[in-house]
């Protein structure tokens, strides 16, 4: 996606009165949104009297290669009432296969309660049908558990994609003078199957929760497994007479799986201790065991052309080229008895080597199967597609996009070299990956009259290890977001990778609440790597669009 930045008036009585622009594809800012999967939504709700519903409806839906964020469900309206099927279409990111959907209604309206049975999605581009089936209200006052919130777990040919849990967690503050808090404390899961939403510590099995020294445990049935868990983020609201706390770990008992992981803390959240923050996100200590071995197993496919002249019935050798060095040579071997390379077809073959890290090239040639010098013939070619590479221990795999003819050469100085066009990385590499981080961010207020803001300002950073969640922009005894004025801030939370968009937001409030925010700036401490969000746009009910946040995309 290109975005065209204008910033001219077209009017006869303003500018320099002219009433058209050219705009440069040359000076467009490129923004990589990602790949969008359009899908055939199906919302079916219950043949129940009062099923029907006024109330706004928000749904989240999670794959085993990410999630898609909160979308309301328009109602247009006639949808969503009694024994009604509503179907539209949807635009998704591609992030099958499907593993559950999270539904959420506001409860507002003339008719809060909804009765929803079931959700179906229909991929328009291969027609896989998921199902989400609850069968339930959700309601404070109709549902049992009084909520508004539900999670269903998809079926695809009537599989059942995740399995029922139940989450047992043992919170242990801090042997430390006045560790104990009186605040109310929230967390969430994160885990290889999503996130778990928010999840209140509001029943311990202790009168007194959270107190010096003290474990609090915490049950919570009727969930869906998150498979491995990778980190947890953990808050509270600062509310009590003693809100500091010192959290020291958390232990997290996933029954189904019979598995317990451990987030260590050992620190204070509270704005009078430490770097005054009030929420952390704890790495899984269990990752910290995977220590990678200097040898490892590599699997190689080659996909070779379906072009009539593609096949070969030589050899192929293969060198990798990663961060931590470079590979031995591989022979990919071909045989009278095992055809190799023929056209069309896709071959595996496995190799041990020393570990070299993130593969960022590799270079492949095309040998005579004897060795001979005599063999290699001018015009012999092996039309070679593509090839993947997954590394074994972490499961990363690794894809080179070829579609070139390799001729048939003696010599080992000739070959073709690509560069790796895309990596796929596993849940247990990104796991190993997070360690805190904090991010030095910049917010830049525009230099037009009015452009600050006496708003409460909030951000969410999204990356692709996930995202920061919704941070408060503040600093004690300063007057922030002032026309023309750059304001630091940081941040801490575990490496999200590489940033892929920010949420700038504010919560309206003050007398003079609409922003005109000129960028945001974005650097990671330990990689020393900025990143540039323009925005130059105000966040203003009652100027332009009338929006009050902007999601920017970075600059490249």
Request: hydrophobic fraction near 35%; glycine fraction near 8%.
């Amino acid at each position: 996606m290109y975005n065209f930045v204008c910033k001219c008036w077209l009017a006869r009585d303003k500018g320099d009165g002219l009433t058209s622009r050219i705009l440069n594809i040359l000076d467009a800012d490129c923004v990589n949104v990602g790949l969008k999967i359009l899908y055939e939504v199906t919302v079916v709700t219950g043949d129940i009297e009062s099923g029907g519903t006024d109330a706004s409806i928000f749904v989240t839906v999670f794959g085993s290669n990410g999630n898609t964020e909160e979308m309301q469900l328009d109602k247009n309206g006639d949808r969503f009432e009694r024994g009604q099927e509503d179907s539209f279409i949807m635009e998704i990111a591609d992030i099958a296969p499907l593993r559950k959907m999270r539904i959420r209604t506001d409860g507002k309206g003339t008719r809060p309660h909804w009765f929803l049975e079931r959700i179906i999605l229909k991929n328009l581009t291969n027609q896989e049908v998921a199902t989400f089936t609850y069968g339930e209200w959700l309601s404070k006052l109709k549902n049992a558990k009084g909520s508004l919130v539900c999670e269903m777990p998809a079926v695809i040919n009537d599989e059942q994609m995740m399995e029922d849990t139940t989450y047992t967690l043992q919170v242990k503050t801090s042997d430390v003078g006045g560790a104990g808090t009186d605040a109310n404390v929230s967390l969430i899961l994160f885990g290889e199957n999503g996130d778990s939403g928010t999840l209140a510590l509001k029943e311990s099995n202790k009168s007194n929760k959270f107190e010096r020294n003290q474990m609090d445990e915490f049950n919570f049935s009727d969930m869906l497994s998150l498979g491995d868990l990778c980190k947890v983020r953990i808050w509270h609201d600062n509310k009590g007479i003693a809100p500091g706390w010192h959290l020291e770990y958390i232990d997290v008992n996933d029954s189904a799986m019979d598995k317990t992981f451990r987030f260590q803390c050992d620190r204070w959240l509270a704005k009078g201790e430490d770097d005054g923050q009030l929420i952390r996100e704890l790495a899984c200590a269990n990752n910290d065991i995977l220590e990678l071995k200097e040898r490892t197993a590599y699997e190689i496919v080659t996909v070779t052309s379906d072009r009539e002249d593609a096949e070969t019935k030589e050899n192929i050798w293969i060198i990798l080229e990663g961060k931590l060095g470079r590979s031995k040579e591989f022979l990919m071997e071909n045989s009278s008895k095992k055809r190799r390379f023929e056209r069309g077809a896709t071959d595996t073959f496995q190799f041990s080597s020393k570990n070299v890290g993130d593969i960022a090239a590799i270079c492949v040639g095309h040998c005579p199967k004897d060795g001979k010098k005599s063999s290699a013939k001018a015009d012999v070619f092996w039309h070679v597609q593509e090839i993947i590479i997954t590394e074994m221990e972490l499961c990363n795999k690794y894809f080179f996009r070829c579609n070139v003819k390799i001729p048939l050469r003696y010599k080992r100085r000739d070959y073709k070299v690509f560069e790796c066009a895309k990596v796929t990385e596993s849940f247990a590499s990104k796991a190993r990956s997070l360690v805190p981080v904090k991010y030095e961010t910049i917010v830049v207020t525009g230099f037009e009259k009015g452009a600050g803001t006496d708003a409460n300002v909030f951000i969410t950073i999204f990356g692709l290890n996930g995202d920061s969640g919704k941070r408060a922009l503040k600093q004690k005894f300063r007057n922030l977001f002032e026309r023309g004025k750059t304001n630091r801030f940081y941040l801490e939370t575990l490496d999200m990778g590489e940033l892929k968009k920010v949420r700038i937001e504010h919560d309206n409030s003050g007398l003079a609440p609409g922003w005109l925010v000129e960028r945001v700036e974005i650097t990671n401490s330990a990689t020393g790597v900025t990143t540039i969000f323009p925005c130059g746009k105000w966040l203003d009910e009652n100027r332009g669009d009338g929006l009050i946040w902007r999601e920017l995309f970075p600059r490249y």
